[in-house]
Each structure stands twice: as C-alpha cells, then as structure tokens.
C-alpha cells in the first residue's frame, strides 16, 4: 500500500525557534493535510490544501502557522516561533479527493524545551 | 459536522467479536460514517466507510440502522494487535467535505 512520509521522526528545538517539518504525500493525490495530537488527547485538524492554496483550516492554525508545497513532492508545516504548548505529534495526510478515505503518516514528534 | 459520541474505552478477551457504537443524533442527509484506528506513536488509519444497512470488508463489519443516528463497528475475533484507538467520524462526502473532525475515541484493550 502507498505511503506517506513525514521527517524527521523526532524533532527537539527550543522555544521562540522556527521549525520545518516535511511530509511527501502518496504521488497521484491532490489534498494535503496536517493535524495534530497532544499526548493523551485527541488528533486536532490544523490544515487542508488543495491547488496550491488553503482549502480550509483550524483556529489552532494561527499566523505562527504556515504551509507550503515548494515542489511536486513535499509539503510542509513552518511553525514560525514555536511554543511550549506546540510539543505534540504532527500528522501528515493526503487523500485522492476530497471524498476519499485519508492516507496518514507516521508522524513527527516536535518537543519545544 | 454531527458530533459524535463513542464509549471511552472497552475491554475484551483474544478471540472474541467486539462492537463499538457511535452515537451521531444529528446526522444529515448527506453525511457518510467512516471508521478509523489508531495505534500508539502512528497516524489514524482507515478502516471502512459506510451511508447506511451494512458494510463489511476483510477487517471489519459497519452496521448501520434505518434512522441513522448510530453505527456500530464490528471487530470479529479480536486479536493482540487490534488493541488501539479507534474513531467514529461523520462528514458530508457529497459537499466534498472530508470529516475532519475526530472525536475522543474508543480505546479498546485486547486481555490474552
């Protein structure tokens, strides 16, 4: 089965620092998400993105937050000037169409000391 | 999106067939019910879709009743590796809104 892939798997920075985290989705898609997962609690939207745009996004996805596809393959989430409060797992995914079931990758862990 | 309300978590033995249900009173028209699993340090992953009556494939049954304002997830002859956390999500499939929005889930915990 195709996959998505996000790196890096783990990623330590400290507060006020501006972190970049990469995700190449499934080929042949064309919607891109990011969500997020706090330990112990639920998995939070962030982001959709579709043609190049955002399609839709979240209150948790305020002006520190920003996406971008700079090439064919990747998509990534900036976190300008990361927080304590951002230390969560970040969840890439992709799906064919907006109707279509998600693709998810493993994940990368981001913890601001 | 319906709001969605799932038992906190569920316990069962090896080899027994597990039932989730989803509470979704608010369901519209054009929502679909879609299943998720999560495993621990991983992305959520599909499990099965379904509008109504049932759908089954080669992990899963989703039962689905006329009103529509619940699905039950069935899991049959649970194993080890199906210990995880699974969501309910419902979504408007025909306005092309993906569900978006996961709930608390269900934690299942699989005993030898």
């Known amino acids: 089965e195709p996959e998505v892939t996000q790196t890096p798997s783990h990623q330590v920075t400290q507060m006020g620092q501006e972190v970049i985290l990469r995700c190449v989705p499934i080929?042949?898609?064309?919607?891109f998400y990011w969500y997020r997962q706090i330990l112990g609690q639920k998995v939070e939207f962030l982001v959709s993105?579709?043609?190049?745009?955002?399609?839709?996004k979240s209150e948790i996805f305020d002006d520190q937050f920003s996406v971008e596809r700079p090439d064919g393959s990747n998509f990534t989430l900036k976190i300008r000037s990361t927080k304590l409060e951002d230390s969560a797992m970040y969840f890439c995914?992709?799906?064919?169409?907006?109707?279509?079931?998600?693709?998810f990758g493993s994940g990368t862990q981001l913890s601001v000391l | 999106l319906a709001k969605t309300t799932q038992p906190i978590s569920m316990d069962s033995y090896e080899g027994q067939e597990v039932n989730i249900t989803c509470s979704h009173n608010?369901?519209?028209?054009?929502?679909?019910i879609t299943w998720y699993q999560q495993f621990p340090s991983q992305g959520p992953r599909f499990i099965i879709q379904?509008?109504?009556t049932k759908v089954t494939n080669e992990v899963a049954s989703l039962f689905i009743p006329a009103d529509r304002k619940s699905s039950t997830l069935s899991l049959p002859r649970v194993s080890l590796s199906d210990t995880a956390v699974y969501y309910c999500?419902?979504?408007?499939?025909?306005?092309?809104?993906?569900?978006?929005?996961f709930g608390k889930g269900t934690r299942l915990s699989v005993i030898a």
């Open positions: 995914a992709s799906n064919g169409g907006r109707n279509e079931k998600l693709f």
């Open positions: 080929s042949n898609h064309l919607y």
């Open positions: 993105f579709y043609n190049n745009e955002i399609s839709e």
């Open positions: 608010n369901i519209a028209t054009n929502d679909y």
């Open positions: 379904g509008y109504k």
């Open positions: 999500l419902v979504g408007d499939l025909a306005s092309g809104n993906t569900p978006l929005v």
